[in-house]
């Protein structure tokens, strides 16, 4: 959809129905150190009814200084079917990651089947976030849970904290919207309510927060870059010799290697 020297901004779409019964999708999703990576998905994902369970799985692996980001569409769990949602995030060195997830359960005049959600994300440290959810439809009907609501948004961010952009007025959107700062690097904001589209927070904390970690990237980028020319030119003039020294008095410029003196 677009993309520069350091990375792109990509369109998840399906080419086939899914999930269907007894489907296992896995995307994997690797960003090199130093690049950018906005995965967009276009349509949302429907787990379809049947009796073999289906999984959505998503790998992904971010290098020293990159950023991933990555906005979810709904994801639809209709009447009888068991799916599990799964996403794993190893991240590396100053690398960044904001995802976010939107669940509705059931689809239009629908409860919704059974569903298990699961977040693994670690860095070269150890564990940063590990979360197991099971909203199967015995699990959601116990006291503070899930009840009646049918719909969860949740915006995770890994590799920095950043600070929720506002809190609507309590109950205005949904039974409540929670905004969990994370012991090490990292937070998430999370609404639930009884429809997806009164969800007036998660979206726009997602773009604010998108864009406070491509501002630091591009920040670090231009510092990264700006550092590598100022060595190449030292070397440059290094790797001169006498000749190109003797040059430069002559021209009342500074002897090679002067430029990286202390």
Known sequence: MDQDADGARVGLLATQALLLSGDDVRIEVDVAP??????????GTVAYEGEAPSS???EATVGDGAVLTWAGKPFVVSDEIATHRRTRIRLHGTGKVLMQEKVVLGRAGQLGGDLSMS????????PVQVEHLNLGQQARQMPGVFGNLRSMDTVTALG???????????????????????????AA???????RFRDQLC???????????????????????????E???????VDRGPAADAAAAAAGRPRAGTCCAP
């Open 34 to 43: 130093g690049a950018w990576l906005d995965v967009v998905e276009t349509t």
């Open 56 to 58: 959505w799985t998503v």
């Open 119 to 126: 977040l693994e994300a670690s860095d070269d440290t150890g």
């Open 160 to 186: 920095w904290t950043p600070e929720p952009t506002g809190e609507p007025e309590a109950g205005t959107t949904g039974p409540g919207e929670t905004y969990f700062p994370l012991d090490r690097s990292g």
């Open 189 to 195: 904001l999370r609404w639930m309510g009884i429809g």
């Open 203 to 229: 979206d726009a904390t997602f773009a604010a927060w998108r864009e406070e970690a491509m501002r630091d990237y591009r920040h670090r980028h231009a510092e990264r870059h700006l550092g590598q020319a």
């Open 231 to 237: 060595e190449e030119t030292c070397l440059g003039e």
